[in-house]
């Protein structure tokens, strides 16, 4: 089993409290022979017409020696798990979990608003003291 981010368990604990349920920890995914796992997949209920919103979630810290490097194998991982979910017809919003700091420093700069602005990558901030969520982009 692959290593779990350090902020795994804040990120659970944050989407429980926004009323998701974690229905996968990890979530699977397999292509072909090849297996892989993104960290969480969720879900809750929304509108009186009691649909339900799934999501899969992918954890980074970002604690590698450079925020370049960590955001090239975030965005590499994400786009491949992307591919890999809609190839299989799992029909989950796919989100990038990174703290406060890390949006301010890497995704509030020129670097990170690309992927943004063009739509590449959806981001879940979180608090990682209070174990919340801040921010749904987009929301």
Same mark, same amino acid.
């Given at each position: 089993?692959?290593?779990r981010d350090i902020y795994?368990?804040?990120v659970k604990r944050a989407l429980q409290k926004a009323g998701w349920t974690i229905?996968?920890?990890?979530?699977?995914?397999? %292509?072909?022979n090849k297996r892989l796992s993104a960290d969480l997949g #969720?879900?809750?209920?929304?509108? #009186?017409?009691k649909e339900t919103?799934?999501?899969?979630?992918?954890?980074?810290?970002?604690?590698?020696?450079?925020?370049?490097?960590d955001l090239e194998q975030a965005l590499g991982q994400y786009v491949l798990y992307r591919q890999?979910?809609?190839? %299989?017809?799992?029909?989950?919003?796919?989100?990038?979990?990174?703290?406060?700091?890390?949006?301010?420093?890497?995704?509030?700069?020129?670097?990170g608003q690309i992927l943004l602005n063009n739509k590449i990558i959806k981001l879940l901030v979180f608090d990682d003291v209070t174990e919340v969520i801040v921010k749904w982009i987009p929301d």
């Open positions: 089993m692959p290593r795994h368990d804040t229905t996968h920890d990890p979530f699977p995914l397999q %292509i072909g #969720a879900e809750r209920i929304i509108g #009186a017409e919103e799934k999501i899969v979630v992918e954890v980074k810290s970002f604690v590698g020696e450079s925020d370049v490097k890999i979910l809609n190839e %299989i017809g799992e029909e989950r919003d796919l989100y990038l979990a990174v703290s406060r700091p890390i949006f301010k420093s890497v995704f509030s700069i020129e670097l």
